[in-house]
């Protein structure tokens, strides 16, 4: 009798799958690699201590400012954790955070698709965030 190994827990980021057909017992072994979750970090990233000071800039796709788009950025870790700004002229918001972890920066504006980026930050971390608005044709 041939047996069908369990699944396994992953060592060095491999996990060990025994493919078990019905009829013929095990099939082979087949080695998968964990998607290993890696979040961008802030671009030009400071740190220090206090207040994270995280600036989203949103630009067109001809790499033109965009004034006047909503900027979000939620936490990942809760609901209710939400900041949102409309960008300046320059297309920039700025958004002060208590404490890092991962988020999701959006940007929308009427006439254009939405964007969005998920980037992680560690607490006192400052840097910023280029997302890019593709117009709706």
Do not use: I, N
């Amino acid at each position: 009798a041939v047996l069908c190994r369990p699944w396994k827990e992953h060592v060095s980021r491999l996990l060990l799958l025994a493919v078990c057909g019905s009829v013929l017992g095990c099939a082979h072994e087949t080695h998968l690699r964990f998607a290993e979750v890696s979040y961008p970090r802030l671009e030009g990233e400071r740190c220090g201590s206090g207040v994270s000071d995280v600036q989203v800039v949103v630009k067109d796709q001809e790499g033109q400012a965009v004034g006047g788009a909503s900027a979000y950025l939620l936490a990942m870790s809760s609901s209710d954790s939400a900041l949102s700004q409309v960008t300046d002229p320059e297309g920039l918001a700025r958004f002060s955070v208590p404490k890092g972890g991962t988020f999701r920066v959006v940007a929308t504006l009427l006439g254009f698709h939405p964007s969005s980026q998920v980037v992680r930050f560690d607490s006192g971390c400052s840097g910023s965030v280029q997302l890019v608005l593709k117009v709706m044709l």
